[in-house]
């Protein structure tokens, strides 16, 4: 089972930029497409982004299109969410999980302790 930990989150102004990244634990990491998610204070957890398993098809939330950008280093056995112009209904915690394909959010991995955003206005 692959581990996952996310780290880059803080505490930003409206329009700022922030890089997520996730660690995973083994080499099988390039062999899966891997998501980002995201879950707000008194709401379900929602998919963010989507990337297959060489990096070369993603998929974005309506949300999100335009402004963020996901993307993986499979040598480094790392995942990465840059996140421009910053909202303050970005707020949440940010999850990876590995995903059954760029595009089907159906996550597969066990949710690590993500990573806190917080946009203020």
């Known amino acids: 089972q692959v581990q996952l930990v996310e780290s880059g989150g803080g505490l930003v102004q409206a329009g700022d930029s922030l890089r997520l990244s996730c660690a995973a634990s083994?080499?099988?990491?390039?062999?899966?497409?891997m998501g980002w998610f995201r879950q707000a204070p008194g709401k379900e957890r929602e998919p963010v982004a989507g990337i297959n398993w060489s990096g070369g098809r993603t998929h974005y939330g309506d949300a999100v299109k335009g402004r963020f950008t996901i993307s993986r280093d499979n040598a480094k056995i790392t995942l990465y969410l840059q996140m421009n112009s910053l909202k303050p209904e970005d707020t949440a915690v940010y999850y990876c999980?590995?995903?059954?394909?760029?595009?089907?959010?159906?996550?597969?991995?066990?949710w690590g302790q993500g990573t806190q955003v917080t946009v203020s206005s």
């Open positions: 083994g080499r099988a990491f390039s062999r899966y497409a």
């Open positions: 999980a590995g995903i059954a394909d760029y595009n089907d959010y159906t996550a597969f991995t066990s």
